[in-house]
């Protein structure tokens, strides 16, 4: 995991490009939280009883979650913004065909 860090950094001073700063800045705060929360996991598993256990591997899930939520719209916040796009693109329901099923 260092060594990939390492060469992120490194690829990251060659290639500034600001998609490219989105993707590490997150991922490493996503991997940095992941290797936070097993090594919490591994300790409360040895230490104190399952429900805390499962406790922090819950949190640990939900968090996880959050990060990955939070990178892809920061993504889809970044591509917008390079396009030059500020409003929503709106699809009005009644102009998509509804499928006729026959049972």
């Known amino acids: ?3 990939t860090l390492i060469r992120a950094i490194q690829n990251w001073r060659t290639n500034p490009s600001h998609l ?3 993707l590490v800045n997150h991922n490493i705060s996503y991997y940095a939280c992941g290797f936070l929360f097993s090594v919490t996991n591994v300790f409360t598993s040895l230490l104190l009883k399952y ?3 499962t406790m922090f ?15 892809h719209l920061h993504l889809w916040q970044t591509d917008r913004h390079l396009h030059g796009s500020s409003t929503l693109a709106s699809i009005p329901m ?4 509804s ?3 026959t049972v």
């Open 1 to 3: 995991m260092i060594l």
């Open 20 to 22: 490219y700063v989105v």
């Open 51 to 53: 429900c805390y256990h």
């Open 57 to 71: 591997y819950n949190f640990q899930f939900i968090i996880l979650a959050i990060l990955a939520t939070r990178m």
């Open 94 to 97: 009644s102009e998509m065909p």
């Open 99 to 101: 499928v006729n099923s």
